[in-house]
Nanobody, 123 residues
Framework: QVRLVESGGGSVQTGGSLRLSCEVSGYISRNYCMAWFRQAPEKEREGIAY???????RHIDAVKGRFTISRDGAKNTLYLQMNNLKPEDSGMYYC?????????????????WGEGTLVTISS
């Protein structure tokens, strides 16, 4: 049973930083993809960054240069470093895993979800 537990959300002012963590337990597969999604109020959940087992990363344009996805294999933890935060970055942030993919920014491929951590950016 794979379990994902996010932490690190909170409230900061515009321009501030947060670091989200996602602790992963359970065996996934040999080639999987891990991602961060976010969902703002009354908006659809969107993928914002992923990292696969080869270490390849991708960030969507809206967060490129401000957010960085990374992982620590020894700790089975996924991270999202978020800098220069803006009010439009506010929302629930979810850790997600596609157990057999090299890319995973789309909802339909996700096999496992965390429960989310709330990020609120004030202007």
């Amino acid at each position: 049973q794979v379990r994902l537990v996010e932490s690190g959300g909170g409230s900061v002012q515009t321009g501030g930083s947060l670091r989200l963590s996602c602790e992963v337990s359970g065996y996934i597969s040999r080639n999987y993809c891990m991602a961060w999604f976010r969902q703002a109020p009354e908006k659809e959940r969107e993928g914002i960054a992923y990292i696969n087992t080869e270490g390849t990363t991708r960030h969507i344009d809206a967060v490129k240069g401000r957010f960085t996805i990374s992982r620590d294999g020894a700790k089975n933890t996924l991270y999202l470093q978020m800098n220069n935060l803006k009010p439009e970055d506010s929302g629930m942030y979810y850790c997600a895993v596609d157990r057999d993919a090299g890319q995973c920014l789309y909802l339909y491929g996700i096999d496992y979800w965390g429960e989310g951590t709330l990020v609120t950016i004030s202007s």
